[in-house]
């Protein structure tokens, strides 16, 4: 229908598929009243007009608690149980997870973030009868290469839903619970294997292999309550269901409609720009730089040093603890990742994203290179004190990592892609982070045990070295994207704004 032929209508007054059909300049007008909502919505009246959004992009994440709950059941079994077998089964989860990953964007591209959960979900029911029943390591190892297949998508699957379900105040702290919900997945398996190790029985390994139904059962039960994703049903043409899916995301006083419209024109702009669908699209020009981003924030998890944390344990070890303490410390450590995720919300409604990740990047390489400097300290072995010291700067570290670079990732991922391709961004962003993660599970041990190069801390200096070169991408790539909207990210990229002037750049509809 041409726009001449139309009369004058006012948008919120007519059906959601009449919205989709109107002129540009109607869709635009009702735009930028989502526009100029949006950036007067404060985060407090934000969390009561979308407690229903809240609510299901935190339910969206029980899949990621899951991804990390086996790895590190895993990790502390076989530090009990399948010591020998440690780094064939410590790999077989990440290389599942490389080609899970890439593997998440289809499906939910073609069945939505809803189906493609649940399929996921019932998929890693199965998954864990084999890893249960396993009475062979080989078997478990299978166990382990196909359930890293599908952990790999709830990776994808949680940022992807929490951040088109919710306004723009609430997409940094709801995208950054995919941190905690990593701690949390860590936690409670360390629990779990604290409960059971001391069974003489197959159930000492065979139980916390059975706690994983827990998550399917809890996820299968509300999933068919879970509106789907506004922006996936709006792609498919769906503008009805759209329109009700955002009706049940927000409280009932809220007018829905600016917001269908300015997510058909964020849509419509980057058809324009050509933004595709693709993964060929991601490495495009005017997605490249946007692929950058995702892809050095997330793999800068683990150039910075996450792993060397992981061997907190391996300090207070040498410090003279028994296993078990050792244990309960590390335990100690995921707590503290736990306490800073929740500092990083704060810090999120307050403070830029890029300050937060740069600032935390910079006090994370300064902790891995005292570390390294205390290793070299004369006669080492002959003061225990030493090792304290550097298992309590890891716990430090890893406080600040909490804040800073482990939840400020997924909110710099989700901000930093074009909606069209927001899936497959991700997931190219996770296998290189998965990839790099098998090479330091396949490297540090050689590093760092005493029967081979024997670095101990000084493994600091390697990691402080590469933190600092990202500090360095980090300060010249990474701008600010607090308080903008997908339609002013995509106008930002698309003009090529340089990286410091993000914040202060001045968007006009």
Not at 15 to 22: G, H, M, P, V
Not at 61 to 88: C, E, I, K
Not at 276 to 302: L, M
Not at 452 to 474: C, D, E, H, P, Y
């Amino acid at each position: 229908m041409a726009s001449a032929d139309l009369k004058d209508v006012e948008i919120n007054k007519v059906d959601a598929a009449e919205i989709a059909a109107a002129p540009i300049e109607e869709i635009n007008n009702e735009a930028r009243k989502a526009f100029e909502a949006e950036h007067a919505l404060k985060f407090a009246d934000a969390v009561k007009l979308y407690p229903t959004a809240i609510g299901w992009a935190i339910f969206f994440s029980l899949g990621v608690v899951m991804a990390a709950f086996d790895p590190q059941l895993l990790g502390n079994l076989w530090l009990y149980h399948f010591r020998a077998w440690q780094t064939g089964l410590s790999m077989g989860s990440p290389i599942g997870q490389v080609v899970g990953a890439f593997f998440a964007a289809y499906p939910m591209e073609w069945f939505g973030r809803k189906k493609t959960f649940g399929a996921c979900v019932i998929f890693s029911t199965g998954i864990v009868f084999i890893q249960f029943f396993a009475r062979s390591l080989p078997v478990l190892l299978a166990g382990e290469l196909l359930g890293g297949l599908v952990l790999g998508t709830y990776v994808i699957i949680a940022p992807t839903y929490a951040s088109e379900v919710c306004p723009t105040t609430l997409r940094g702290v709801l995208t950054s619970c995919i941190n905690i919900a990593f701690v949390t997945g860590q936690l409670i398996a360390n629990g779990v294997i604290a409960g059971t190790s001391k069974l003489d029985s197959h159930w000492a390994y065979s139980g916390p292999f059975a706690a994983q139904w827990v998550w399917p059962a809890v996820i299968l039960i509300g999933l068919p309550f879970a509106p789907e994703s506004p922006w996936w049903l709006q792609r498919q043409g769906r503008f009805t269901e759209a329109e009700k899916s955002l009706k049940r995301l927000a409280s009932k006083n809220v007018d829905v409609k600016p917001a269908l419209a300015m997510i058909i024109e964020t849509d419509r702009l980057e058809r324009e720009m050509e933004a595709g669908s693709t993964y060929a699209d991601c490495f495009k020009k005017i997605n490249i730089r946007r692929t950058e981003i995702s892809v050095g924030v997330y793999v800068i998890q683990v150039l910075c040093g996450i792993y060397l944390v992981g061997y907190a344990t391996y300090f207070f070890t040498l410090a003279g603890l028994p296993t078990e303490d050792s244990f309960n410390m590390g335990v100690g450590f995921l707590a503290c990742g736990f306490v800073g995720t929740l500092l990083s919300w704060v810090l999120l409604i307050h403070v830029g994203r890029r300050r937060i990740y740069i600032g935390g990047l910079a006090m994370l390489a300064t902790l891995q290179f005292i570390i390294g400097i205390i290793d070299c300290a004369p006669n080492y072995e002959d003061h225990p004190g030493l090792s304290w010291a550097q298992a309590v700067l890891m716990l430090i570290w890893n406080f600040i990592y909490g804040w800073s670079v482990g939840p400020i990732c997924f909110v710099i991922i989700c901000e930093a892609s074009a909606t069209r391709v927001r899936s497959k961004t991700i997931g190219v962003a996770t296998a290189a982070q998965a990839t790099m993660g098998i090479v330091m599970t396949v490297a540090i041990p050689y590093m760092i045990n005493p029967d081979q190069a024997n670095l101990r801390g000084k493994l600091g200096f390697f990691f402080g070295g590469l933190a600092t070169i990202s500090w360095v991408w980090a300060y010249f790539r990474v701008p600010e994207f607090k308080g903008r909207t997908y339609e002013e990210l995509d106008h930002m990229f698309e003009k090529n704004v340089p990286t410091r002037q993000f914040k202060s750049y001045t968007f006009e509809r």
